[in-house]
Structure formats: structure tokens, C-alpha cells
């Protein structure tokens, strides 16, 4: 199963509540937004999660998530008898009849389940195992908690839409059309292609204030607009003046906040009540009127007539008074649709809404969707972008097989330690196929290099400490992070400001080494940590002090080190011009590790080329050394004069320390082996 977090995939909410449990709850309004509705006493309604869906695109037939109900349907209410009577009791009502959890694949079939606490598991149609997009739209009444999606297939995120936003009453938010999936503005976006983003709130009316606190919304505006009030202001507000005004500020106020989308004025449906006297005096069939000629008035709005969009028969209400039912639901969604199709706006250039994470407390905590996910969906939306690496996935799984009980008796008993030369062996073994320039062995050998990080990720998976997920998403986000001049907003003319850059971005990280050498693997073989030491760039060490190169010390500096810590004597041995002994050679002088295999050791060549390169400049003896001798940084160099042996160790370190490279430095020299140079 494909597991992965479930907030990188949430659309249709501003913000995300992270819960201490790792679950998180969708928010369709601001904070600010949120606040306003609560004094409104309409703050539990705007918590429900409607029009919230977990988006992402799979190859499996089967999803399963983690769900906590908040907030439940209330048993109690007048609407919640009404509709339960109308069906005569049958049913279970957070399963499609009042309330529940939709399935829906793109282009194919919707599934309904309860939405209950704990884990959710529905599976569908797709025997070819293709690649399709599913939305699991949560309740639109109810309020949930989400969290640990899986799918027995791929998990990537949908490919991303500008959003459909709606405004209204409980019509709007979808009361009581069955499951989330029916409510017209569900409908409406999934056949524009857009998102949604449902801000409707039962019980609500024209009131501009509500449409303070949209900063996020202004940043990225909507594609399109669907504003559907009016029902509560005909039936509550006692003059059919104060509706005029407060529908007309209102209108104002969403062109002032969205000046360049298009809006479409939905007026109220047709309800079975509505020949029975209002305190406003006014017929709803006046509503109508009195909003198209506001919509006239104003640019990019546009009047859509809901009076006489549905029959006049109670059977297509589900409270048989206000709320439509399914099929009026889908004659809402067709009359939207056809209205909007015939001033299609232009999509281009609008964003998706990406939700912002908030604590428990509100304090905004970061963008829930993930760098890397909003990276990869702009990198699959690049013409030729490799897609799936189903390969990769059956190696993973060829791994997990080796190392069941009963799987490979070897493979069973490894362990991080046990296979570590392994990993350098074959490393080593692509390396010189590269030098050879032999494509079908790099080939082989990279594979090589490959089941090695397979083999190690299955081990720390069955000790649980890591998987193969962690190691790939660890690569991926600190790959996106550390090219800040490709994925975001930073400029790289050329390869030393993107050496700059990545500095940079270490030094933010907090993982940046405190030492020059400190980021030189102790593991290395000698010579390979001669040439990293020797290559290592002039930096400024964490706590402001200058680590500075020969060049970069003042005459004074210089002329100091030279009265405290003297150089050396004239030199009469040269090391530029020595040969190199065998591995093995090496090893019995005790200048190589015992027991390491001589494929950790750099090949003659290379290691010629380190010693030429790391010494060229620089040729010290061990004749006329000062016993003992300190060097410009404190290191203690052991002489032995009479056998004319130094350590390797101590030597490398004299010559890093005396060409000033470690100035500024404290740092103890190994020096514990001593080993003959002749």
C-alpha cells in the first residue's frame, strides 16, 4: 500500500487545523472570516468540512483513510426529523441519506460510506489499474478529521485547477441533498473542471461584512464566482428596502474584492412556502427581479434565474418545503453550468488555493502542501517529463520479499553493518566503469549501487526506524530546497553562485558543519580525505570567526605565526616525486585500515593524482622536523629522528596547518600511528 500525508492532497479549504493526533480538519473561511460568523452565532455550520475533498490521482482500486467525526449530525433538529420522515426511516443517515463520505472517480462512478470515526476503506472500478482521479468529498454538514491516506496503487496529487467559489445559504452548502457528492456546487465545479471552495454557511444573508478577511482570497482570486443568497433575506428581514440595500453593498463589496472574475447571482429557488405571507411584504418571485437589476448595473455579473429552474412539486424538495433533492440539486448545477459555458472565462493564470496549516490555537504554522508536491505537479505538467517508475516499485517489493521469514537465508540475516563495504564496493565498481567509459556496465553496476539503497531501506523499514519512503522524500525536499534558482525565486547566472546559493541554504538548515574538515566522512579512504580536505572551500565558521587560506591571513597575522610556531628546517626528501605502494603494501605498513578491502582505497592512479595535487605545492621532509613541533593551529607533531618516520596522519595535518588552511582552528591531529616514509 502507498501511503503518504493526507494534507498535501486536501482542495477546497483555506487552512488546514493540525490535531495532536496527526490528523488535520479542513477550514473553508479565514480566521478572520471565521471570527466574524462565530459572533453571528453561524460559527458551528461554518465548520463543517462542505465542498472539502482529498484530491490525488492512483493506478490501485482500493483507498483507505483515517476519519474522526467532530462534529455530528444533530438528531434532534426540525430538518433532520423532516428528512428522516420522508424516507420513512430506512437508511442510516451519515450514509447517503442525510449526511456521509463520496467516492467519486473522474469520469466514472461515485461511491458513498458513513462518515464515522475510524478507518475508511472504499473500493472501486478500475480493473485495468490506469491511472484515474478520485475526490473523496467529506460531509457537508458534519465536521471531520482526516489524516493517513493510502491506496493499494500510485498516490500522486491531482494536477491543479483554478477554484470555483461559492457563496449562499444552507441550499448552497448542500442541506439536505443526501451526500456530499449531489450538492449542485460540487456538481458545477466538477463539470467546469475547477476546484471549489464552498463558503456557503446555513442560515445566512446578504451581510458585506462577512467578506472581510479575504486576504488569502484576494492573493489568489477565484476563477469564477456563484453568490446565492436571498431565501433568508425574503423570509426574515422585515423590509423589502433593507434587501435591496444589503444585497446591493454586498454585491459591491465581492467587486471590490474581485474585480476581474466573473460573478453569476443565483436567485432564490422556487420552495413550497413561498405563497405564504413574509414580513417584507414582497413575493419571492420579486427577489428575482430585484437582483437582475442590481446584476445590470454592475460589471461581470450576471443574473442566472433559480425561481423557475426546478418543477413546482414538493417530491423534488427533500424537506418537501426548501431544500431541493438530488434531482433538483442536478437541474440547479445544469442551469449554473449552461450560464457560465456562455461567457467561458479564461482559465489561464489562475491559481489553485493551496490551504495554510494552523495549530490548535489558530497560529498559522505553514503551507500544507508540500513544496515538493506543488514541484513535482509543475514538473508533470512539463512536455516530455518522465512519468511513473514502476520498476523502481517492484524492486522495492522484490527487497521486502527477500527478507520475509521465508525468503533468501543471506538476505535475512543483513544488517547495516554487515553489508557497509558492500555499498563502497559497488560505488567503486560503477566508479570504474566510468572511467572506462563502458555504458552497459555502468548500467549493471549503477543497478548494483541501487539494491544496495533498496537493501538498507528494507532494513531500517523492518527495524521501523526509516523505509524507502523516507529515504526518497528526504532527497526529494532537500533537493527542491537547496535549488531555490530553479523552484523558487532565487537567480543563478552561473556555477558559483549556485555553490553560493547552496551555502546559503545549508546555513539555514542548521546542518552545516562547525569545522573545515567536519564534513569530511571519517570513513574515507586516506587519500580520497586528502583530496576532500585539500578541496574543501575557505568558509566562515558558525560562530563568525574567518576560516582563512594562506592568502587571506594580513602580513601582520603572518609575521606572528612565523615568530610563534616556526616552519621547518630545509627539506631533503620531496614527497611530489615518491611512488605510491600497492593496497596491500599500504595495509601491511599499517598505513591502511587492517581488514578494509583495498577497493575502499583510491586505485594507484588516482591516489598518485591526490598526493600530486594535495603536495605539489609543498615539499616537507621529515629530516629536520623540531621535536616536538607545533603548528600554526596547536596540532602536536610526533617525530621520530633517529628512524625518520613520521605519522601520515600528522604530516597531512603540518602541511594543511602550515599553508594556513586550518587557521583559526582547534583541532586535535591523529596521530596515534606512527609509519615510516622510506
Not at 118 to 125: A, C, K, N, S, Y
Not at 270 to 278: C, G, I, L, S, V
Not at 547 to 572: E, I, Q, Y
Not at 613 to 620: D, H
Request: proline share 6%; charged share 25%.
Amino acid at each position: 500500500m502507498a501511503t503518504a500525508p493526507i494534507e498535501g492532497f486536501v482542495r477546497g479549504a483555506v487552512g488546514l487545523v493540525r490535531c495532536s493526533d496527526g490528523f488535520v480538519v479542513p477550514r473553508r473561511f479565514t480566521k478572520a472570516q471565521l471570527k466574524r460568523l462565530r459572533g453571528l452565532n453561524r460559527g458551528c455550520r461554518a465548520e463543517a468540512t462542505a465542498g472539502a475533498c482529498i484530491d490525488f490521482v492512483t493506478d490501485g482500486n482500493r483507498v483507505s483513510l483515517d476519519c474522526r467525526v467532530i462534529r455530528d449530525l444533530n438528531h434532534d433538529h426540525p430538518l433532520f426529523r423532516s428528512v428522516m420522515a420522508g424516507v420513512g426511516g430506512i437508511g442510516n443517515p451519515v450514509d447517503g441519506v442525510i449526511d456521509g463520505i463520496d467516492l467519486v472517480v473522474v469520469g466514472g462512478n461515485a461511491y458513498t460510506v458513513p462518515a464515522a470515526t475510524g478507518r475508511i476503506e472504499v473500493t472501486f472500478d478500475n480493473p485495468f489499474h490506469t491511472p484515474v482521479e478520485v475526490r473523496i468529498y467529506l460531509p457537508y454538514i458534519m465536521s471531520v478529521a482526516v489524516g493517513n491516506l493510502a491506496s493499494n496503487g500510485s498516490l500522486e496529487p491531482a494536477p491543479d485547477h483554478g477554484y470555483l467559489l461559492v457563496l449562499g445559504d444552507s441550499i448552497a452548502q448542500g442541506f439536505v441533498v443526501g451526500s456530499p457528492s449531489l450538492a449542485y456546487p460540487v456538481q458545477v465545479a466538477q463539470a467546469l473542471g475547477l476546484d471549489l471552495l464552498n463558503q456557503a454557511v446555513a442560515g445566512h444573508v446578504f451581510d458585506a461584512t462577512t467578506l472581510e478577511g479575504l486576504g488569502r482570497l484576494r492573493k489568489h482570486p477565484p476563477t469564477t464566482v456563484v453568490v446565492a443568497y436571498g431565501t433568508n433575506d425574503w423570509d426574515r428581514k422585515k423590509s423589502a428596502k433593507r434587501i435591496r440595500r444589503d444585497a446591493a453593498n454586498y454585491l459591491d463589496a465581492l467587486a471590490e474584492a474581485f474585480p476581474k472574475t466573473p460573478v453569476y447571482v443565483l436567485s432564490p429557488l422556487w420552495r413550497a412556502d413561498e405563497n405564504e405571507p413574509r414580513p417584507c411584504g414582497r413575493s419571492l418571485a420579486w427577489m428575482g427581479s430585484m437582483l437582475a437589476d442590481l446584476c445590470d448595473h454592475r460589471k461581470h455579473m450576471t443574473f442566472v434565474d433559480g425561481h423557475h429552474v426546478i418543477p413546482r412539486n414538493p417530491v423534488m424538495l427533500s424537506d418537501q418545503v426548501l431544500h431541493p433533492g438530488p434531482v433538483a440539486a442536478a437541474m440547479v448545477s445544469a442551469a449554473l453550468v449552461s450560464a457560465i459555458e456562455r461567457e467561458r472565462p479564461d482559465q489561464q493564470g489562475r491559481d489553485s488555493l493551496v490551504p495554510v496549516a494552523t495549530d490548535a490555537t489558530g497560529r498559522e504554522a505553514g503551507c500544507l502542501c508540500s513544496p515538493v508536491a506543488a514541484v513535482d505537479a509543475q514538473i508533470r505538467s512539463r512536455e516530455g517529463a518522465p512519468g511513473r517508475q514502476d520498476e523502481f516499485d517492484t524492486l522495492v517489493r522484490i527487497m521486502w520479499r527477500l527478507r520475509q521469514p521465508d525468503g533468501c537465508p543471506w538476505d535475512k540475516e543483513q544488517t547495516h553493518e554487515s553489508i557497509a563495504r558492500d555499498l563502497i564496493e559497488e560505488a567503486y565498481e560503477a566508479t570504474d566503469a566510468i572511467d572506462h567509459h563502458d555504458d552497459a556496465h555502468l548500467t549493471e553496476e549503477l543497478g548494483d549501487v541501487l539494491e544496495q539503497i533498496a537493501l538498507h531501506a528494507q532494513i531500517g523499514a523492518d527495524e521501523g526506524s526509516f523505509d524507502i519512503h523516507d529515504v526518497v522524500r528526504g532527497i526529494d525536499e532537500k533537493l527542491v530546497r537547496r535549488h531555490p534558482h530553479v523552484f523558487g525565486d532565487r537567480v543563478a547566472t552561473d556555477q558559483n553562485e549556485v555553490m553560493a546559493i547552496w551555502d546559503d541554504v545549508k546555513r539555514t538548515e542548521g546542518t552545516r558543519p562547525e569545522g573545515l574538515l567536519d564534513s569530511v566522512p571519517t570513513c574515507l579512504p586516506a587519500l580520497i580525505n586528502v583530496r576532500r580536505s585539500r578541496s574543501a572551500p575557505p568558509r566562515r565558521a558558525s560562530n563568525g570567526r574567518a576560516w582563512m587560506t594562506s592568502g587571506d591571513r594580513s602580513p601582520r597575522s603572518a609575521r606572528s605565526s612565523r615568530k610563534r610556531f616556526p616552519a621547518p628546517k630545509s627539506v631533503s626528501l620531496s614527497l611530489v616525486t615518491c611512488s605510491l605502494p600497492s593496497s596491500t603494501s599500504l595495509a601491511a605498513r599499517g598505513w591502511m585500515p587492517s581488514g578494509r578491502s583495498p577497493r575502499a582505497t583510491a586505485s594507484s592512479a588516482d591516489a598518485g593524482r591526490v598526493w600530486r595535487s594535495s603536495l605539489a605545492s609543498r615539499a616537507v621532509t621529515c629530516a629536520s622536523f623540531p621535536p616536538p613541533s607545533r603548528t600554526s593551529c596547536g596540532c602536536m607533531l610526533r617525530v621520530r629522528r633517529s628512524a625518520r618516520s613520521v605519522s601520515l596522519t600528522s604530516l597531512i595535518w603540518y602541511n594543511l596547518c602550515q599553508s594556513g588552511t586550518l587557521r583559526g582552528g582547534r583541532r586535535k591531529c591523529q596521530n596515534d600511528q606512527e609509519t615510516k616514509l622510506a
